[in-house]
């Protein structure tokens, strides 16, 4: 925020736009109270982009549906329990909501709802203070009971009230804090992280579902970092994502790093990075950033040290494919995402393999092979986990890869690797061989792809000269 003017002027234009001008002419005609609350103002306040218009009233549901019927073109009541309804204003989705004046049992994050009838004790019930403004319309008059704006010019996050009890009405505000600090870059105050760190057991209470949508709207910020590690420092990432904070504990291998958490926030950030200047990555991408934060996850259960006190993690990129599966399950992500972060994970150590020694074109395209969909994110993730501080090292590294990309262009120019396939096709190797769809066919068929991979693309009568002769001597063996 600039200065409070420059904001009054934000508020001002935003009260001007059409789609809120007419909701506030037609309550105000109607004899009811309108204000435009939480989320809208701050970001108005901040010069962010406002996207969504939420509204507060003391009409009930029924007579918020009757009034926005004669200037909406749709209309939901689908939140009417909970005194929301939804309408479609000059091509602005707007919802509008009673007053509300709930209260919590303390054992289940669900409210017993109640309406109430005032606009200060609905401000009360949110989560911040700089969510709890309002601009009462049309007269446009900022009720502000909790300091948001005072808060807004320190950058700083704090409760309406107590701390204790705002996070012990709905846990989840507690990760909403952690998103806060990473989406607008504020600090949570002292009092709101200690209560916080109290309340963290707390969370189990929420469903996974809401929690799961929480650290997607986290990781999706332009800098998720702060806000993982609010997380961790309170203990609320060992409810939600232990994994994370288990790697504090690891020292990584070449001894670079702090530990293993410090590289790992790291490669997120610069992923983070490399998806806004990299081809084919619309940002921000989930699966990439969740797997550049879980890509090291399998180091604390493969951590080995050696003679000579060398510290090693063999296969844990394997084994942290198998956590990370695990963990996004509980989750509840989807199988597309559980999926693909795992393949991600599983394949992040390939390349260093190519520093090593020459690669074959064969070794190329089983690359290419493996990574499947996945090989810009895999690009991403490799260049990513580069994070020592020795220039020279990075630099080979980075030239490395540089190279490797420029075979992959040049065979699949040539060749068309982006989709390695056997020269025939299942119908073609059931013509030829005599076959039905059996386990046999199957095998035919991984045989020629291993051959493609092994020798690039053959024409389709040497492709069944190598398939009949496959065949004849496997026919022999089992004879």
């Known amino acids: 925020m600039e200065s409070v003017a420059d904001a009054i002027e934000s508020l001002g234009k935003l009260a001007d736009s059409k789609p809120v001008a007419t909701l506030a002419a037609r309550f105000n005609a109607e004899g009811f109270e309108l204000a435009l609350v939480g989320g809208p103002v ?62 919590y049992d303390g054992a289940t994050r669900k409210p017993v709802v109640a309406f109430g009838d005032s606009l200060e004790k609905d401000l009360e019930r949110r989560d911040f203070s700089v969510n709890a403004m309002a601009l009462r319309l049309p007269e446009r008059v900022l009720v502000d009971p909790w300091n948001g704006v005072e808060h807004l010019l320190s950058k700083t996050l704090t409760t309406p009230g107590s701390p204790e009890v705002s996070f012990g009405d709905d846990p989840l505000r507690m990760m909403r804090a952690a998103r806060f600090t990473s989406q607008l870059g504020f600090t949570v105050s002292p009092d709101t992280v200690r209560a916080m760190t109290e309340l963290a057991p707390r969370i189990e209470i929420v469903s996974v579902e809401r929690v799961s949508d929480e650290l997607t709207k986290l990781l999706k910020t332009d800098d998720p970092v702060p806000g993982i590690r609010l997380l961790v420092e309170t203990g609320l990432a060992e409810q939600v994502l232990p994994e994370i904070p288990a790697l504090k504990l690891e020292v990584d ?66 084994v942290g494919a198998k956590l990370a599966t695990k963990r996004l399950r509980a989750l509840r992500f989807d199988k597309e995402t559980i999926t693909s972060v795992a393949r991600l994970v599983e394949l992040h150590l390939r390349f260093f393999g ?29 260049r990513a986990d580069v994070t020592t501080r020795n220039v020279r090292k990075a630099d080979r590294l980075a030239f490395a890869y540089d190279d490797l990309e420029d075979r992959i262009a040049a065979i699949a120019e040539a060749e068309g690797i982006a989709a390695v396939r056997p020269d025939l096709d299942g119908e073609q190797i059931m013509a030829i061989l005599g076959l039905k769809p059996s386990r046999d066919v199957g095998e035919a068929y991984s045989f020629l792809l291993e051959l493609r991979l092994d020798e690039g693309p053959l024409d389709a009568h040497e492709a069944e000269k190598r398939l009949r002769a496959w065949w004849s001597e496997r026919q022999t063996n089992e004879g």
């Open 253 to 318: 291998e070449h001894a670079h790093h702090k530990d293993v958490y410090e590289h790992s926030l790291t490669v997120l950030r610069q992923a983070i990075d490399l998806e806004k200047s990299r081809p084919g990555i619309e940002g921000p991408d989930l699966v990439l950033r969740i797997a550049a934060l879980l890509h090291d996850i399998g180091k604390p259960s493969t951590r080995k040290i050696e003679r000579g006190g060398v510290v090693t993690f063999h296969h844990h990129d394997v």
């Open 354 to 382: 190519y520093t090593e020694g020459a690669w074959t074109d064969s070794a190329v395209r089983r690359y290419v092979r493996d990574a499947g969909d996945q090989l810009e994110r895999l690009h991403i993730i490799t």
């Open 42 to 103: 701050r970001d108005a306040f901040l010069g962010r982009a406002v996207t969504d218009l939420d509204f507060a009233t003391n009409a009930s549901p029924d007579d918020i549906m009757r009034i926005v019927k004669p200037i909406s073109d749709a209309q939901w009541d689908i939140g009417r329990d909970f005194g929301t309804i939804a309408a479609r204003i000059d091509g602005e989705t707007v919802e509008i909501t009673t007053y509300r004046a709930d209260s």
